[in-house]
T-cell receptor
């Protein structure tokens, strides 16, 4: 149980285009999902907290107009990188925590990540 | 000072060795502690979670929490080459079923050599 998927697993795009990344919880409902980015050999950097049915909460320094987050349902959150530039190239990872009572509190399960390369 | 400190390594050990991975933290409100394993180009995988102080064992893995020292550890017995990965500690202050932000260490890169 507690499987999180991401699509696509990798994407290459031209500078100036927009890219959408999907994050799905496959076997549980998630009121809250989190979006991270990770540079090579560095830890996870939280970008935003995605709340179902409301606006996302962005971390300091993260441009909300550039990284659009939509949490359309209890199993789906999307991250759209708008007008992508080479400096946006990174590994983007989402996570979600089960909201059922049997799950360990505050445990988050991560998706496999999406590698974005902007040319 | 970072809220969570973790030695980035790399840590190289021979197969069969006991590995000790550690994190220190400064926020006394943290009560929930997790260890994740991340293989290269993959998302982190939850290995173990513990609440408050004490030990927890799962197969070759043992997690320890010492809240008085603000120090947590992950021990890996009989290490295998397949254990080669980056290990991230994470912690949280409360219990709302996956809705709280986790604070991560920087991760320790482990290599188990044949």
């Amino acid at each position: 149980g507690a499987v999180v998927s991401q699509h696509p697993s990798w994407v290459i795009c031209k500078s100036g285009t927009s890219v959408k990344i999907e994050c799905r919880s496959l076997d549980f409902q998630a009121t809250t999902m989190f979006w991270y980015r990770q540079f090579p050999k560095q830890s996870l950097m939280l970008m935003a907290t995605s709340n179902e049915g409301s606006k996302a909460t962005y971390e300091q320094g993260v441009e909300k107009d550039k990284f659009l987050i939509n949490h359309a349902s209890l199993t789906l959150s999307t991250l759209t990188v708008t007008s992508a530039h080479p400096e946006d190239s990174s590994f983007y990872i989402c996570s979600a925590g089960p909201r059922t009572s049997g799950a360990p509190a505050d445990t988050q399960y991560f998706g496999p990540g999406t590698r974005l390369t902007v040319l | 000072q970072k809220e969570v400190e973790q030695d980035p390594g790399p840590l190289s050990v021979p197969e069969g060795a006991i590995v000790s991975l550690n994190c220190t933290y400064s926020n006394s409100a943290f009560q929930y502690f997790m260890w994740y394993r991340q293989y290269s180009r993959k998302g982190p995988e939850l290995l173990m979670y513990t609440y408050s102080s004490g030990n927890k064992e799962d197969g070759r893995f043992t997690a320890q929490v010492d809240k008085s020292s603000k120090y947590i550890s992950l021990f890996i017995r009989d290490s295998q080459p397949s254990d080669s990965a980056t290990y991230l500690c994470a912690m949280s202050p409360s219990f709302t079923g996956g809705g709280n932000k986790l604070t991560f260490g920087t991760g320790t890169q482990l290599k188990v050599e044949l």
